[in-house]
Structures are given as structure tokens and as C-alpha cells.
């Protein structure tokens, strides 16, 4: 394996030696030319756990920080990003009240901020249902994703959102009010048209024309790593793939491959992206 030439950052990653391929995926991405990775936590489903309280995330946690060290042993740079799918609002409510659910999950997104403030990882994940639900369980959703964006604005660091397929642009005004800077909120499995830092899946045929505008985004593969689910959302290979045929085709240039993978990384987050 040459060494790469330039940074390739993956946004948005699952890495999950429990139930994929685990270390083995970690090694396709760096073969393939990726340097950087977001690590992203799963939700409690994927451990067998059902929280009762926030300290019940800590399992997930401790074992998305112990899987960035062995990702990082291998000479892949990772940033973890912790926090709580905004998909176990719909799930607690089996055994809980609303207004005790909403409770878990903040206490959940505590947790997950302590290891941003001390420097275990760089940034939060929250969000709301991608589905529909009723209209009491999306104010409640509404309210918890305000909560990690006080506790991002605490901890200043940004926070990755999982959230319906749309612009999401009232989220530029709750994270306003929770003393967030905008520019800090990143849309996870974004849409051309969000005011929102966008992170496009790699297949996403807008990149070339964002590039080619000089637009601030991320690129992801949102890579489940699942054995049930081979190759969900897109491969980890994906991202650097997907970047080294848009600049030899000449769809992006240089420029827009630091802007991407390096610069816009490094302004949202506040890390440093360098090989």
C-alpha cells in the first residue's frame, strides 16, 4: 500500500467488530486511500442494551473509544463522536413516559459530552426521527436535540445530526439560541439544499457542483458495518474511491479535495487534518 498522497476523511463511519466486519472494514477504507475517519457511536440496540438511565450509554461509549484505539493502532487518524440515536425516543417510549424518555436521553447526551470535554472525543450526535411520528414525540425529539446543542455550545464542539431528509433549517435557530454557532451543526446524510454544514453521502450527485462552487462540505459513507446488512449505507471504501475518480476525472479539483477532507473538517470540529 503506496502512501496517500493527500488527507480522505470519512464523515460519518460505523465501525462494529460485535456485529460486522469490524477491524477488517477499518483495513479496506485505509488500502483504498483513507487517512481520517469519524467514528460514530451506535444506538444502544446494537449492544443488547435497553437504557433505563443516561449511565446505561456508557457501555456504548467506552466501546466506540475502544474501537477507535484499535483503528487507530493501525495508523488511521479517528475522531470520535458520541452521543444518543435520536431513533430511541420511539423505542424507550415502549417502557417509559414521554417526559421520563426525554429525561434518559438527556442524561445520555450528559454523558456523552464529558468525553468531549475531556478530549476523548470531538463532537456530539443527536437528532430527530427521520419518520413520522406524532406531534407531542417530535416537540419532545425538538427538545432533546436543543439539550446537545447547549451542551455543544459548553463544550464548543459541533454536533453531527441525524434528522429527516429536508433543508432542517429551524435548526439554524435553536442552535442560535442554545449559543451554538450554526456553523457548527453538521447535517449528517445531507440534501443539496440545507443551510446546515452538509455532510453528502459520496455517491451524492451534487458533490461536483458544490465543489466547483467553492461550497463548505463533508463527504460519508455512513457505513453500518452490520453482517445482516453487507455493504449499508455504501462500502467503506466509498469515501476515497469516490474522491480519487472526481479528481481524475476532473469533476473536482485539488482545491475542493482540501476544502472537503481537510479545511472544512478542521473549521467545523476544531482538529487538526494533516498526514
Known sequence: MRSPDYPITDHHIHIDPRNGRGIEAAKDFQRSGGTHLFLVSKPTSSFGIFPKNGDDFLPVFQETLSV?????????????????HPAEITRLLESF???????IMKEGLSLASRFVADGSAVGLK??????????DI???????????????????????????SGPCADMLEMASAAGLSPDRVVKHYAIPDTPLVPS????????PD????????LMESDYMDELSRPGAVIGPRSVPRMTRKLLESGEIDESAVERIHVLTPQRVYGIEVSL
Request: overall charge negative; some cysteine; charged content about 15%.
Open 68 to 84: 477507535s484505539r484499535m483503528i487507530s493502532d493501525l495508523g488511521i487518524h479517528v475522531y470520535p463522536i458520541l452521543g444518543v
Open 97 to 103: 413516559p414521554l417526559g421520563r424518555v426525554v429525561e
Open 126 to 135: 443527536s437528532g430527530r426521527p427521520h419518520y413520522e411520528v406524532s406531534q
Open 138 to 164: 417530535w416537540d419532545a425529539a425538538n427538545d432533546v436535540l436543543s439539550f446537545s446543542f447547549q451542551l455543544a455550545a459548553e463544550c464548543g464542539c459541533a454536533v453531527q445530526v441525524h434528522a429527516e
Open 200 to 207: 453528502f453521502l459520496a455517491t451524492h450527485p451534487a458533490i
Open 210 to 217: 458544490f465543489a466547483r462552487a467553492g461550497h463548505a462540505f
